[in-house]
């Protein structure tokens, strides 16, 4: 997907990689990957969510480069990954399986933070020993094991059969987005945003999520309407935090409280007050430092540095 699709400056513009490459996934879907910094320094692996690319962590890389080897990576159909018809909780783990390997050394652990479907790719993939091997901790932003259409209230009506039916066809609609509009803008921060989210944070994720294919888009919708990872939260076993937004509409505080409480290795839940669901852009100072406290406390760089 092409750069000018994206904000082109400020700390959402996504900064250039060291290098890139081409990821072959078990079913032969192939994965864009973007590697930002020194090469032997500690390493974070980025996992965006639905409708997004690796642009929606350009904060974080941007801050995080100047020390850490950071990996981030288009889910397929995403960004600038082709689209696959195989779309499953079992090909996102599939995915950043093949990532890890292709890009971490035998033995080598790096901090995950997935955010939203990023999270629930780490969950999904919790109990493979491939992934443990290379798992140092885990940042959970804004996501959910199961019960998702359920407990959404972007539709502003009462828990029940009304709301979860119209949920489900929003969310799962095919219909286009279309361009980056004034009023297109309103409608997505009133989804996925905090009323206090400066203009310029609507804007990048505007541009990331406007960026995806409706087809594409449709497709994921179907998997997280049917999800159901609360096993892979049980065979989460490395230390792993949770930061949630107090006004996340699409997954609320609720979903990250049953995630601390079900975690072996919880180590912390953030709720930040006003916030929505595009916790990395909304909060990004708070974001990076969770990422980088992790890395400080459990992550080593690998021998050789």
């Known amino acids: 997907m092409s750069r000018l699709l994206h904000v082109v400056s400020g700390p959402y513009a996504p900064p250039a990689p060291a290098h890139e490459l081409t990821v072959v996934s078990a079913d032969g879907a192939r994965l864009h990957v973007e590697v930002h910094g020194p090469e032997n320094a500690p390493a974070v692996v980025l996992i965006h969510g639905w409708a997004c690319s690796t642009a929606f962590w350009a904060a974080q890389i941007r801050a995080l480069a100047t020390d850490h080897r950071v990996i981030a990576y288009d889910q397929r159909g995403h960004g600038r990954s082709p689209a696959n018809p195989a779309c499953s909780t079992y090909t996102l783990a599939d995915d950043l399986e093949a990532v890890l390997a292709a890009t971490l050394a035998p033995g080598e652990k790096a901090v995950l933070a997935g955010h939203s479907m990023g999270g629930m790719t780490v969950m999904a993939a919790a109990g493979r020993a491939r992934v443990r091997e290379h798992t140092a901790a885990v940042l959970l932003c804004s996501t959910g094991s199961s019960q998702l259409v359920a407990a959404a209230t972007v539709v502003p009506l009462r828990p ?19 361009p980056v509009t004034p009023l297109a803008k309103r409608v997505l921060k009133y989804g996925t945003m905090g009323a206090g989210s400066a203009p310029h944070m ?13 087809a594409v888009r449709h497709s994921w919708a179907r998997v997280l309407d049917v999800l159901d990872l609360d096993h892979g939260v049980r065979e989460l076993s490395a230390p792993t935090a949770v930061v949630v937004g107090s006004h996340d509409r699409l997954t609320p505080p609720a979903q990250a409280r049953a995630l601390v409480a079900a975690l072996p290795r ?25 990422i980088r406290e992790l890395v400080t406390t459990y992550a080593k760089v690998r021998e050789g540095a």
């Open 266 to 290: 919880a180590v912390g839940l953030t709720e930040l007050p006003g916030l929505g669901h595009m916790t990395p852009v909304e909060a990004p100072e708070l974001v990076t430092g969770k």
């Open 202 to 214: 609507v804007e990048a994720c505007a541009r990331v999520v406007h960026a995806c294919p409706r």
């Open 160 to 178: 029940g059969r009304l709301r979860t039916w119209l949920t489900r066809r929003v969310l799962a609609s095919r219909a286009p987005l279309g």
